[in-house]
């Protein structure tokens, strides 16, 4: 049986700045994978939300498919905070892909988790 292993890498990132721009989350993930060593296979989708109740709520998603997999960002600006999601099938530097993270937005506090997936 073949085996393949993918890991995912969960970023959540308080105190942070420039989450309520679209055209800088959309600048992020068209550089950002290949500042990782990724190739992207999609344009980034980047979707603002305005919670018709909650401004918490209020927020961009953003998306790009990978060579490799995925890259995702959720943004609540409200509380300074944004979760990323790297899942991918390829080797590389997770704490060049955190520094980098941590000076595009400014980031304060990061919590981090890395799996390991696949079968």
């Known amino acids: 049986m073949l085996k393949r292993h993918a890991v995912h890498l969960i970023l959540d990132c308080e105190g942070c700045s420039?989450?309520?721009?679209?055209?800088k989350i959309r600048d992020f993930l068209e550089s950002f994978p290949a500042e990782i060593g990724m190739k992207t296979i999609s344009?980034?989708?980047?979707i603002k939300y305005n919670h018709p109740k909650d401004e918490a709520e209020n927020g961009i998603t953003g998306f790009v498919v990978l060579a490799e997999s995925h890259l995702a960002i959720h943004t609540y600006p409200a509380r300074s905070y944004?979760?990323?999601?790297?899942?991918?099938?390829?080797?590389f530097d997770v704490e060049k892909a955190i520094a980098i993270v941590k000076k595009e937005f400014n980031v304060e506090n990061l919590k981090?988790?890395?799996i390991e997936r696949g079968i």
Not at 84 to 91: E, S
Request: glycine residues 0%; proline residues 4%; contains cysteine.
């Open 82 to 91: 944004f979760a990323l999601d790297i899942f991918t099938c390829k080797q």
């Open 18 to 23: 420039n989450l309520d721009n679209e055209d």
């Open 112 to 114: 981090k988790q890395f």
């Open 43 to 46: 344009k980034p989708e980047v």
